[in-house]
Structure formats: structure tokens, C-alpha cells
């Protein structure tokens, strides 16, 4: 059974370059059969898309978020990274890691981890 | 960029039936937007009712469906009940792998 986990820094800094990393078990992200996404939620609001990315590390983002966002994978720690740069109020979330099939088939969640922009 | 709609709250008796619906600001979805469904309680992951429009996902109960009504997806509940009352969310595929979500719709069983 697959397991998703996010994991760090649950306080960013205005300006600053919010940085998550979700680590795979139960599955390889090389395997090649599954896209790895991220997706967060803003309290109280509704989910948002951020990109996904293959283990060949094609991604594809956002056009929101394009501009500042980059997905990354590491196929030797069976992990995928989320990178935000220029981080505001407003990126405040429970960002979440998800295993992708057929392009919108999230079957797979993390728990969830919050992210607090702040000084 | 084009947005997804839901209703923002919807509704229903216990042991009712209910269609929530997954909308675009402009155009008609159909099955290569790969509607999905999801269903969030408080304080937990989304988990997928349903995939590629109209599949229920492993262990999903049979009273949850998906279809394409007109010209939106459609989730329908029949038979709701007490612990059917949740958020849902549809995601659609706009192609060149970019997906979005539409706002949610507040489901309450009353």
C-alpha cells in the first residue's frame, strides 16, 4: 500500500522560498506508471492544483503559480519536491503530496502538512 | 484562464437524492476534461469517488455516480446519507497537463 509523506518547514518567511518534500513508499516513483503531484488548500477555501511532475522530471505547473514554482524529483530517495519562491500572506496552506493516474486521478494523498508565510 | 464551477452548497434529506454538478466558465465539459470527484471530510485528504467521469473508485459505495449531464459532470448521491455530508470537489483536465479544480461544493444532509 502506497504512503505519501510531506515534510518541512511549517514557517516561511515573506519573500522567502517555501520548500516541501514528499517521500514514496510502497511504490517507486521510477516505476513510471504514475504522475507525483502537489496541491494545496488555503484555510477554509478549496483546493488548488500546483503541478505534477514524472519520474523523467517533465512537469507541467500551474499558469498561476508558473512563474514561481518547481516540482523536482529524486528517483534514488523515492522523494518529489515542491519549491515556491517569493512567498506571500497568501500561500499560507495544508499543502499535500498526491500519486496521479490518467492525468487527474489523485488515488494517493499525503496527510497534509501546513505551511504558515509570516515574519 | 477558465474556470471550473460548482455550486458552492447544496442540500438534501436523509435518503434523498442529489446531483451535484461541475461546470465551465466558458464551454461544455465532456469526457476528455477526465472528470474526477472527490470527497473531503474536515481535517483529512481529499479520497477519490470518482475517476475518468463516471468510474467509481475502490470501495466507494454504489449510491455515489458520475455522468456527463448536458454540459457539465455530474455527481449524483442516492440514497444520502448522515455521513455523506462533506465537501466535494470535481477536478477537470484542460489539456497540455494542466488540471483544475473547481471551488467545492458544501454538501449538508438534513
Known amino acids: 500500500q502506497v504512503q505519501l509523506q510531506e515534510s518541512g518547514p511549517g514557517l516561511v518567511k515573506p519573500s522567502q522560498t517555501l520548500s516541501l518534500t514528499c517521500t514514496v513508499s510502497?511504490?517507486?516513483?521510477?516505476?513510471?506508471?504514475?504522475?507525483w503531484s502537489w496541491i494545496r488548500q488555503p484555510a477554509g477555501k478549496g483546493l488548488e492544483w500546483i503541478g505534477r511532475?514524472?519520474?523523467?522530471?517533465?512537469?507541467k505547473y500551474n499558469p498561476s503559480l508558473k512563474s514561481r514554482v518547481t516540482i523536482s524529483v529524486d528517483t534514488s530517495k523515492n522523494q518529489f519536491s515542491l519549491n515556491l519562491s517569493s512567498v506571500t500572506a497568501a500561500d499560507t496552506a495544508v499543502y499535500y503530496c498526491?500519486?496521479?493516474?490518467?492525468?487527474?486521478?489523485?488515488?494517493?494523498w499525503g496527510q497534509g502538512t501546513l505551511v504558515t508565510v509570516s515574519s | 484562464q477558465t474556470v471550473v464551477t460548482q455550486e458552492p452548497s447544496f442540500s438534501v434529506s436523509p435518503g434523498g437524492t442529489v446531483t451535484l454538478t461541475c461546470g465551465l466558465s466558458s464551454g461544455s465539459v465532456s469526457t476528455t476534461y477526465y472528470p474526477n470527484w472527490y470527497q473531503q471530510t474536515p481535517g483529512q485528504a481529499p479520497r477519490t469517488l470518482i475517476y475518468n467521469t463516471n468510474t467509481r473508485s475502490s470501495g466507494v459505495p454504489d449510491r455515489f455516480s458520475g455522468s456527463i449531464l448536458g454540459n457539465k459532470a455530474a455527481l449524483t448521491i442516492t440514497g444520502a446519507q448522515a455521513d455523506d455530508e462533506s465537501d466535494y470537489y470535481c477536478?477537470?483536465?484542460?489539456?497540455?497537463?494542466?488540471?483544475?479544480f473547481g471551488g467545492g461544493t458544501k454538501l449538508t444532509v438534513l
Open positions: 510502497g511504490d517507486s516513483i521510477s516505476s513510471g506508471t504514475y504522475y
Open positions: 498526491a500519486r496521479t493516474r490518467n492525468w487527474n486521478d489523485f488515488d494517493s
Open positions: 477536478v477537470l483536465y484542460m489539456g497540455s497537463g494542466i488540471s483544475v
Open positions: 511532475i514524472y519520474t523523467s522530471g517533465s512537469a
